[in-house]
Nanobody, 124 residues
Framework: QVQLVESGGGLVQAGGSLRLSCTTS????????MGWFRQAPGKERIFVAA????????FYADSVKGRFTISRDNAKNTVYLQMNSLKPEDTAVYYC?????????????????WGQGTQITVSS
């Protein structure tokens, strides 16, 4: 049974930091690129960051570049999202997802496995 479980969400003041974790099981983690997406109320789910299978390459949305860092630990089947200098517009539910393609995309429809999401609220 495939499972992706996000943790680390919560309420933080603008300018603060949070670190999200996504622990996975039930599939071969190191054969999947991993991504983080977010969805604000009433809006579409959008790409935040992605990392290749080995972790050698990372990709970011322009809105988070320089503030967020994606990383992975293949020995722990876990992907992380370090979020610094948080802004109120970062408020959303954050999802991790797995994509079997060798190079991850920014499209939600290419990711086969999804977590249930964790809420991030950034107060001004």
């Amino acid at each position: 049974q495939v499972q992706l479980v996000e943790s680390g969400g919560g309420l933080v003041q603008a300018g603060g930091s949070l670190r999200l974790s996504c622990t996975t099981s039930g599939y071969r983690f190191n054969s999947y690129a991993m991504g983080w997406f977010r969805q604000a109320p009433g809006k579409e789910r959008i790409f935040v960051a992605a990392i290749t299978r080995s972790g050698a390459s990372t990709f970011y949305a322009d809105s988070v570049k320089g503030r967020f860092t994606i990383s992975r630990d293949n020995a722990k089947n876990t992907v992380y999202l370090q979020m610094n200098s948080l802004k109120p517009e970062d408020t959303a539910v954050y999802y991790c997802a797995g994509d079997e393609a060798p190079v991850p995309t920014m499209r939600t429809d290419t990711y086969e496995h999804w977590g249930q999401g964790t809420q991030i609220t950034v107060s001004s």
